[in-house]
């Protein structure tokens, strides 16, 4: 079972929330033999990943898939609990990651992850400050920053 949480203590305490519900054990008799953070084979390539979550809302309780893009799983769990924090107001205690996977960028439907799939993307940079380093530390003048 995969359980992504802040620290260990959270972890453990997940665990039985979510092995309570899916079999018939109690803490008194069974025990947890081994915590351990799961890492990236590749955290320098950017992935496509997609969540399957559950959480629960003032009105009831909703399933949803969404999809992030980041180097980690536990980033894009990260970029989720935020995301849903601030869209839905969703608490993280409300909220169950029932699936996480990564996804080709072929099968991707959500457009504000399409969109960084061209090899050609540039970024402007519309606002840049170009500092003499032996110039003074301070002017008279406002520095110019649009360029053409």
């Not at 989720?80 to 107001?89: E, L, P, Q, T, V």
């Not at 992850?113 to 008279?140: A, N």
Request: contains cysteine.
């Amino acid at each position: 079972m995969r359980i992504f949480a802040p620290d260990r203590v959270v972890a453990v305490s997940r665990f039985w929330y979510f092995a309570k519900m899916l079999k018939k054990i109690k803490k008194t008799n069974s025990e947890i033999l081994e915590v351990s953070q799961v890492y990236e084979k590749k955290p320098t390539v950017v992935k496509n990943f997609g969540v399957w979550l559950r959480y629960d809302s003032r009105s009831g309780t909703h399933n949803m898939y969404r999809e992030y893009r980041d180097v980690t799983v536990a980033g894009a769990i990260t970029q989720c609990y935020r995301d849903m924090g601030a869209r839905h107001r969703a608490r993280a205690h409300s909220i169950q990651i029932m699936k996480v996977e990564r996804v080709i960028s072929s099968k991707c439907r959500r457009p504000n992850i399409k969109q960084f799939h061209d090899m050609k993307i540039k970024f402007p940079l519309p606002h840049r400050v170009i500092r003499d380093p032996k110039g003074p530390l301070f002017s008279t003048k406002r520095p110019q920053t649009h360029f053409m």
